[in-house]
């Protein structure tokens, strides 16, 4: 079982950066995928970024591309996305989500477990 919580949300002028956090508990944090989702008023949950139990292994989805980055820190049993230039279409809730058979997908099916979220909105 792991546990999942989310952190670093907030209101932001388009632009601006945040650093959103994922805190798991559970000794099995560092043999899990991790994945970053967001869902937007009115829109389905999407893909947003993934990455394998050593970090070895990263996605994106397209629509992030050279502003988010995804990164971990198993020590510290953290995930963490890194969001640059944010725009107001990134006004969402960023959730995590943990894979335990560790494929680094960006099927939100292949995820076990999830946090509750964290709120983040742009202004413009």
């Known amino acids: 079982q792991v546990q999942l919580v989310e952190s670093g949300g907030g209101l932001v002028q388009a632009g601006g950066s945040l650093r959103l956090s994922c805190a798991a508990s559970?000794?099995?944090?560092?043999?899990?995928?991790m994945g970053w989702f967001r869902q937007a008023p009115g829109k389905e949950r999407e893909f947003v970024a993934a990455?394998?139990?050593?970090?070895?292994?990263?996605y994106y989805a397209d629509s992030v591309k050279g502003r988010f980055t995804i990164s971990r820190d198993n020590v510290k049993n953290t995930v963490y996305l890194q969001i640059d230039s944010l725009k107001p279409e990134d006004t969402a809730v960023y959730y995590c989500?943990?894979?335990?058979?560790?494929?680094?997908?960006?099927?939100?099916?292949?995820?076990?477990?999830w946090g509750p979220g964290t709120q983040v909105t742009v202004s413009s």
């Open positions: 989500a943990a894979d335990s058979t560790a494929s680094v997908g960006s099927r939100a099916g292949l995820y076990d477990y």
């Open positions: 559970g000794r099995t944090f560092s043999s899990y995928a």
């Open positions: 990455i394998s139990w050593n970090g070895g292994i990263i």
